[in-house]
């Protein structure tokens, strides 16, 4: 199967600072990813859709200028949390779907990536 | 929209049977997903059916029932790894997100 990696695996940031998350697919090109948030003994919330060489597609209630999506290349998008708060410490979670041409159904998460912020 | 529905908790015993339900209401569909998630980790792929029917892979069986909106994830012989939230997903086939339903945790017990 596809291999999808995050990075990091955990961030500690004060409050205000800016923080990037990478989503890589390591062995496929995916020209689309998906940035979930998963608070605790929740379930994934979709953030965003990130589209290589486009712009994202945000969520509703999901703030753009907060939370930055670049798809720069196929196998790289990174999510950056600007000004980052206490109430934004959650699990984030990188996926990107199998391909069509495969008739793969799934879609390949990242390990995800655990945010305090204090 | 999506709907989707799962029992919050549920609880077995070591080696017994249990069976996972989950209802959806979406404007569309094309196929229903099952994943696992162990606590503080990525969700893995389970199961998917795209038709009527069940689909059994070892001890995980998923059944599917477009016409009730309705599906269920079976597992049998549970073991205490099998402790985790069980997650079912709605969505297009092909290079779309998913719409995840609350999860289920699951507790075996020895």
């Known amino acids: 199967g596809a291999v999808v990696s995050q990075h990091p695996s955990w961030v500690i940031c004060k409050s205000g600072t800016s923080v990037k998350i990478e989503c890589r697919s390591l062995d496929f090109q995916a020209t689309t990813m998906f940035w979930y948030r998963q608070f605790p003994k929740q379930s994934l919330m979709l953030m965003a859709t990130s589209n290589e060489g486009s712009k994202a597609t945000y969520e509703q209630g999901v703030e753009k200028d907060k939370f930055l999506i670049n798809h720069a290349s196929l196998t790289l998008s990174t999510l950056t949390v600007t000004s980052a708060h206490p109430e934004d410490s959650s699990f984030y979670i990188c996926?990107?779907?199998?391909?069509?041409?495969?008739?793969?159904?799934?879609?390949?998460f990242g390990p995800g990536t655990r945010l305090t912020v204090t | 929209g999506q709907n989707i529905d799962q029992p919050t908790e549920m609880t077995a015993t070591e080696g017994a049977i249990v069976q996972i339900n989950c209802t959806y209401q979406t404007s569309g569909f094309n196929g229903l997903f099952w994943y696992q998630q162990h606590a503080g980790e990525a969700p893995t792929f389970l199961s998917y059916?795209?038709?009527?029917g069940l689909e059994e892979k070892g001890r995980f069986s998923s059944f599917l029932s477009r016409s009730k909106g309705y599906s269920y994830l079976l597992l049998k012989e549970l073991q205490m790894k099998d402790s985790a939230s069980y997650l079912c997903?709605?969505?297009?086939?092909?290079?779309?997100?998913?719409?995840f339903g609350p999860g289920t945790r699951l507790s075996v017990l020895p």
């Open positions: 059916n795209v038709l009527d």
């Open positions: 996926s990107a779907p199998g391909l069509a041409g495969r008739h793969d159904y799934e879609q390949y």
């Open positions: 997903a709605v969505g297009p086939l092909y290079g779309q997100n998913f719409v």
